[in-house]
DNA sequence: TTATGGATTAGCT
DNA sequence: GCTAATCCATAAA
């Protein structure tokens, strides 16, 4: 699976994380299911387990640029003081605050953007960030976006929240706000019909406060999962 | 108006 | 393993 090249997209991930394909296009299209808003009414605690091994769709005109969720994490409302919604809301942070499925991207170090969708009704904040998924379809040109040769460890795409926004184009001025439960969206979180992966919990990284709170969803044994 | 630090990454040692 | 880079939202003054 390291080897890559003649054995570019369009590849499909089994349920047991083997790399198998070229599929025909017309299956990976007929498959795809977007995720209703419903799906994204609820806890981040429930949303959070339940997005990994769904794929994260992103439409460059005809090109698409898909992966599969291998690690996200929760962030909730007040009762979060890692969260963003926890100081109030403010126009930064205000997606969080509005209604689930939403796109919420943020800016950070100076450099790096990161994914984010909201759940729980309008008026409810919280939220899952994005941070890692296994690339399927459209690589070469996640690496153009990366700014980073073909060559490079495939694992350097989008292992990581600011690398995953990079290589599928993701910034606060494109994308904030955008619904993600449509496919009229160019950018949404579809369900090709693979079987839920096992899931592990674990505490949240990168953060100061509230750093014990076991928050982290990943897909154990994944060689895309940061950390 | 100024200061602080962050839901990170790349590039060294 | 360690640190510089880099900018913006928020807190402090």
Known sequence: MTSRGAAFPPFSIRGDNQIVGPLPKQMKAATLRVLPRSFYDRDPRLVGPGLLGKILVRREGRKLLTGRIVEVEAYLGTEDPA??????????????????????????YGNHYCLNVSCLPDGVPGGILFRAVEPVQGMNAMFKLRGIGETSDLRRLTRGPGRLAAAFGITRERDNGKDLSSARSDLYIADDGAAPPEVLITK????????DMPLRYIVPGNRFVSG
């Open 83 to 108: 969260a963003h919604a926890s100081i109030g809301k403010t126009q930064r942070n205000a997606v969080l605050f509005g209604p689930p499925g939403l796109a919420y991207v943020y800016f950070v």
């Open 204 to 211: 949240r990284i990168g953060i100061k406060k509230a750093a």
